[in-house]
Structures are given as C-alpha cells and as structure tokens.
C-alpha cells in the first residue's frame, strides 16, 4: 500500500458547515510509540508501521534525528538569500515545546484550535503539538476574508487562535475577534518575544515549565477540521511509499490548509524521512526552485503549462536549426518515455545516440527550470491536459496524476509511475471502489459516462451541522448496503479499470438550442495557447458560447515585439493585431471542440486571482465568480457591445449560431 493511501485511509472524518463550508475531519494519531529508532515498527521494506498521525510523527522523527527536514528562506546583508535547513530532531523537540505553550493557554483534549497562516515550520509544529493534545486543528487561509475567519472558527467552536504575521493578527483583532467569543487565547508566529501574544515568547515560557506529555486519542477522535469552497473534486498527484525515499526533497507550495498538501506532501514526505524546501511564494517558485533544486514537485497544472508555454515561446523564436534541433529532441523524448512506460520499444542504437546528444544540448535546459534534479513531478488543483503530461515526460520528468476530493480524503484514484495512462486519474486505490451511476443511481458498464461515485473508508461520515448538505451527497446502491459519495464529476472506467474525468456534473448547461456543453472541456482545450494564460466560457441559456480569457501578455509582446514598458496592457488590450491573435489562436485550439461549444465571442480580462475572489487558496477558478463578476459585458458582448474582446465569426454565421 501506499504512503499516500495510508495516510488518506486513516483520515477519514468529514463534516460539513451551512451553506457550503466543508470540514474534513482526520482522525488524530492514536499513540505515541516509546522505543529507540532501531526498536521502530517497519514492514519487510523498511518502511514504518504507523496506523495514525501522532504515530507517525512520533515514530519517524525519532527515526530521522539528524536528517534535514524543513528549508526556510532567508535573506543576507548583501540581498542574496538561501534556504536554511531545521532537522527532524529539531521538529521534534519544537512540538513538545509547542504542546506545553498550547495547555498553558488553555487548549485541552478535544479543543479546537484555529491556525491562520500559509505554509511555514511553524504550522506543522503547531499541527503535531495539536494532535498529541488530543485536540483538533481547524485550518484557515491567509487570503480569507476577517468574517469568513469568524464563521468558520464560530462554526468549529475554536477555543485558541494561531497567525502568521502581526498583519494578519491585528487584522482578526480589529474584524474578527470582537465576533468570536469562544476564542480566549491567540499567538502570532512573528510577533516580538515579549509581546503577550507572541508565540515564541509562548515557546520561552513553555521551556521554564514541566514539560506536557502527549494524551493518547483513540483513532474516532477528530485531528483536523478542513473547510472548502464546496464539493468540488480536484486532479491530484500521487505518492508511492516505495518511491519517496529519504534523499528526495520537494518544494513546497500547495497549501497545506488543504487536504491534498497537507496528506499528499507534508506528512507523506515527512513519514519518510525526506525534505520540504517551503517556497516563498507562487512570485517566486521559479527561483526557489534553483535554490531548493527539489527531486519531487506537488504543483498544480498552471506551473506546468507556464514552463510548457515558455518552452513553445522559445521555439518560434528560434532559428531553423534551432528548431529542429528542439522538435527532435522533443520527438526522441517522447518515444523514449513511452519506451519507459512500457508502451513502445526501445529505440533503435542511432536514436539513442541522438537523443543522448541532444537531451544535453535541449532537454537538460528545460529540467534546469525545475532546479536540474527533479525526477518526477505531481500534479494538483486542475484536469493536466494530456499535452503537458506527454512534454514533461519528453523532457524527461515523469508526470502523475490522481484525482480525489477532501470529502474522499482526499484520494479515490492514483496514478503511479508503474501504471499510467495519459488522459486518465488512475486506478483506484486500494480500499476504495469507483462507480460510475445513471442519474437515477444504477451503476452503468465500463465505458459509459456517468457520475463518478466511491465507496471506502476514505468517504467523509457527513458534513459538519448540515445534514441536509450530507444527505444530497451519500446515497446507497440499489443492493441497500454499499453506502457511496457523489463527486459531482463526470467520468468513465475503462475495461483495465482507469478512470477519467471528462466534466462536472454542475457545470453541465444547455445552450438556448437544447444542446449540452461541458465548458471545462473547452476551457482546457483554450488553455492550451501559449498566448492566453486563463480562461473561462460562458453560455447557458445563451444562443452561443463566449470565453473570458486573459492574455500571456509576456508571451504576446515577444511575438509582436513589444518589449517596452511604454506600451500599457491597456494599450495592447484594444490593438488590433492582439484581438486577431486571440481569436485565432482560439479558433485553433478548438479545433476538434463541437462547432456548436466553440465559443463564438471572446473578452479579454483581468487575471484571476485569489485577492479578487475568482481564484481558490488552491488556485482553482471559481467559475461562477468569475461569470458574475463580468455579467455586464457579457450581456454587452452578446448584445453585440463588444469593448475589449472580439468575435470569431461574420454576422450571418451569428444569427445562425
């Protein structure tokens, strides 16, 4: 079994909030293990035997003493900044500490504690000592809004307060805390040691204090309390325990607020021994990862596709030779992975030799963007159009994909390195059963679309004070017995059992003709442009489709030329020359998109972002948000008010789309 099923299996507690909060409730680890790291439980691997969180913790750095485990950024006098190194045993001995100053503020067995930070030592210090009190960790964003902080820690019943920075500290004390009143106590991991909030002034005291022992939970008991956006499944990396070994490193970005950072990432690598270099930021993830030089990578799709679409920028500008050169490289790359994954022979003696040449003179440079040392990479947050996942592999990166959601937690299929099929999540972890159901329930034969529905321990047990929200969500199989959760996607398993997710069930509409679309299809299909960084398509209850989509607005002034900064977006915005780029370049991408979902009109948009709301903390777009944040030019744009956007088709080809 897996790292990342093991753990996902032991996590298996949801509940649900009104409206459309969801908390996923992970069982706290159940006993600390006392012994020496040669008297720890392993398997015939070598890999340790843990069936809960606090085990795990406790046995693996005690395992893993000396080892480096977490890398932190830090700037020099000169401007020039490294990554700092903290070891397991240095993790170890901060929990306990932290486990004292958390009692002596008053958290108890079974309290809640709110954390509101991004990814930093401190939030997995704060998330172990929490689970070794027997209390619960609720989880929040950063980029949530001081009432959204306050529902949520009212909703959970936190007792204690964790933040990141003295921002957003006087920021919950000015807007949140007056509307909180369960919560008596909050820290601040930056604040100045002898400010009464600080939390190392916290860890200061814990250290002049009898230290506090762990409390043994039993496995019911609730570890984390993890509120989303809403039923929304995400395309998910996968682990193999036999594949992260103690010498790899990753970077870590993906919120570990998340279910899918926090199990798939955090805690896998940390149960076996490796290393998290946190990065500073997503502004920065391209150059912390030549500091880091990680050899995993958890991200999401868009970073991919960024480093894809630089990939494609650099070779139409290139010469002839050039290109060549890149589009054999690419070819070799290809059918030496499709070698590798079984599905081709080998190449032939002269082709090895080419594409031992020129996988040094062209693919080593695209990996150096990964910091040089990446040897396989995990996707998140997003379908990974089968386009990226074939470049990374010609470049010799090997690309997995999954697909779970937090109320599956937060894995239903994996994609492992020794069974891959591009276009498909995978196969379904061990424990867990997929069905794909008729709108009435009934399972349908392999091959035929549906609802994409599991059964297993990893489904939630409901929804958090919202049993209605639980009830639309957990039915039972005609058979009376098999109790399974409804993702909401749409999919199909094929005869070898893979599974794909072809669209979502909600975001399923009809045009004003009575046809169906499934606007992820065309926005993924869109998506593919070096020139258009994100998109979304509108069209329900409409006579056509219309797509928002925001430029790459670096690689639109390297194809005209316009590198001066004297030249605004807003100028580029109504320049002919770009609204032609833009509509062909989605006339193209559409290509084997039905006539009738291609969009007939485009507008061109502001970037979504997390700050304006069209963006999740997992960077996931918010349709909806992004459509009724532009209504009015989309009523504009069908009224034939066109501003900043354009159509792809004559007028009589409009009356009659």
Known sequence: MTCLVRLALSARRIARQSSRSVGAVRPASARAVSTTSAELPVDERGHLKFSTLHEMITNTTARNGDRDLFGTYHSSQDGDGTFEWTTYGDFGRRVALCRTALKDVGVSQYSK????????????VTAAAIYSLNATMVPLYESQLPKDWAHILNDAGCCSLLVSTEEIYLKAKQETLPNTPLVRAVLCFDSPDDEPHSFRGALARAERMTATAAIEPSPEDLANLIYTSGTTGEDMGSSRED??????????????AHSYGQTCELWCLLSQGASMGICRGVPYILDDLQMVKPSLLFAVPTLYKRVYGGVANTLQSASPLQQQLMRSAFRLGKANAEHRNGDAPPLALIDRLKHKVLDEIVLSKIRAKFGGNLRAAFSAGAKTPKEIVQFMDSVGITLCEGYGLTETSPVIALSVLSKRRPGCVGLPVPGVDVYILDPEGNPLPQGVEGEVCCSGPNVMRGYHNNREATD????????????????????????????SITGRLKELYKLENGKYCVPTLIEEAIGMSRFISQTVVSGADRPYNIALV?????????????????????????????KGLLSAEIKLQCYDVKKYETPVAFLIVAPFTAANGQLTPKMSIRRHVVIGDYAGLIDNLYGGKVQNGGYLREENELEAA
């Open 113 to 124: 504690v709110g954390v509101i930070s991004n990814n930093r030592e401190e939030w997995a």
């Open 243 to 256: 594949f992260v070994l103690p010498e790899d490193r990753s970077l870590t970005f993906l919120p570990w």
């Open 472 to 499: 639309e969500v957990i039915s039972f199989l005609p058979d009376g017995k098999t109790r399974v959760f409804h993702t909401g996607d749409l999919g199909v398993v094929d005869k070898d059992g893979f599974v």
């Open 550 to 578: 925001v430029p790459d607005w670096a690689a639109i002034r390297n194809e005209f030329g316009v590198l001066s900064d004297d030249v605004s977006e807003e100028e580029l915005v109504n320049d002919p020359r770009v």
